[in-house]
């Protein structure tokens, strides 16, 4: 929208809030996604189920700035990231949106630490303490320093997550963004990844939002949104 403002400076109550958004790929009929309204304040934990091909992964790279909306508004706190340039909203992303897809996306050569401090250089900051908190994070989320130093394609699948989850919450942004992390993992497993992965999310006040095709998840969370029934928005679990 020519001339309208990228950021306002009245309060916003939500930490993500979106308004007719509507989206299609190109070369398709109709719209892939239309979702009238989604408010999130901070701190809430949203649970968003579909089947396959429902376009979960569509919606989240649409709340997280990947793909821009064709209609509506997208606000991230006091930001309208549907009228940002796509650096700008790199750049965002980076510092305010934790984001883990299920290709996990680390860098196999470069050590645990290191992985997890690369955030930072994508999000042009040099906050002081930031290799402290990475390597405390790690230890919160069960990897003990033992493996800080080794490359993350030595780890397991597993253990790869917790890197990727240690990596999206560095910053203490103010969203995560989670897309089938816990895929790769056993029951036992998911539910200790699911535990770590909120009390760390709260611990810096951050929303979360997380998707699956998976209902047994859906009991870590407070709220939730079925891809099927998008016009009736969030509910209560
Ligand atoms: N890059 C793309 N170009 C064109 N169409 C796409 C693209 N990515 C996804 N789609 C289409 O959008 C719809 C939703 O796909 P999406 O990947 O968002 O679903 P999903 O719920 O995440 O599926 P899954 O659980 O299998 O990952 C599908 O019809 C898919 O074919």
Known sequence: MKGA????????KYVIELKNLRFRWPGKQGWQLALAQLQL???????????????????LNLLSGITTPDEGELWLQQTAMHRLSPSKRDTLRARQIGVVFQQLNLIPYLSVLDNVLLIARFANEKVPGLQARAALLLEHLGLD??????????????????????????????????????SALDADNRDAFMKLMLAEADESGTTVIFVSHDQALQGYFNWHLLMDQLEQGVQPC
């Open 41 to 59: 304040e901070a701190g809430q934990h949203l649970f968003i189920r579909g089947a396959s091909g429902s376009g979960k992964t569509t919606l």
């Open 145 to 182: 320093a033992a493996l800080h130093g080794q490359k993350a394609s030595s780890l397991s699948v597993g253990q790869q997550q917790r890197v990727a989850i240690a990596r999206a919450l560095l910053l203490r942004p103010a969203l995560l963004i989670a897309d089938e992390p816990t």
């Open 5 to 12: 403002a990228e950021v306002t400076d009245k309060p916003k």
